[in-house]
């Protein structure tokens, strides 16, 4: 009877509870235990002390009069003030148009490089994958000096006659969208070309053989082919937007709204722990929900 697994490079078999073990230790240690210590702060209160909340662990002995002390304050402020849910709201509207427009530019991109020759795709992918060489704070930067009035962009057009004064796209919505869609744009090309870099032409040409159109052979072949990769790359857009921090603050000012620039101010201006905490905890859950959705559409697709 088998007992192990063999470990790779290794002649000598490993437990199958370290095997198994591993990634439930590292969830464990790097997810669940950084949670417990965010809801802990959430549901502290603050003090004008450092650490800036209370109540303190002052050990087991006063382990009752700890937890007695423990409140939802915070999330009830959360509920009462209507800055966190139109921050809430805001965040989920940029984050979602960013998502869409990065879908539709990303699946023309990923399709033409996964019907480019073979000896071509390499480098098609060393190009999207380019700008993760450069830093992100610094591609930021950029489109700062590409936005701004009097920038790259409003001289050009001025240069050709398009337009005689400054669009004025800085500091507004339209830019952090500009800056996210840059930003995140590889992350839904590769899982889209992977998917469709698998789809079988045959499929296509016998499709066309039977009469279908173009159209129909797109949507009744290719989507689908592509769904999963479409999935992926829409999560991993949109998780990362909904709590975007940089890309508002420098391309979107202080007007923009958004529950990273909320966070950011709770903890660092205001030094609400408890308050920033809760934040934080609620965007977990909200992120959670896209997350459970993924896995219920992976388990659909898969074979």
Known sequence: METGTSLPGRGWPAPRWLVVGLPYAWLLAFFLLPFLIVLRIALSDTARALPPYAPHWTGWAEVWGFLQA????????????????????????????????????????????????????????????LPFWTSFLIRVYAWMAILRPEGVLDALLRGLGIIDEPLGLMNTETAVLIGMVYSYLPFMVLPIYTSLERLDRSLLEAAADLGATPFRRFISIVIPLARPGIYAGCFLVFIPAIGEFVIPDLLGGPETLMIGKVLWTEFFSNRDWPLASAV????????????????????????
């Open 280 to 303: 934080a905890i609620l965007l977990l859950l909200i992120l959670a929900v896209p997350l459970f959705a993924y896995q219920h559409f992976a388990r659909k697709e898969a074979p």
């Open 70 to 129: 423990l409140d939802l304050e915070s999330f009830a402020t959360l509920i009462a003030d209507t800055l966190y849910l139109d921050a809430y709201l805001s965040s989920l509207r940029l984050a979602a148009t960013a998502t869409l427009v990065a879908l539709l530019i990303a699946f023309p991109l990923a399709y033409s490089m996964a019907s480019a020759p073979r000896r071509w795709q390499p480098a098609l992918l060393i190009l999207v994958i």
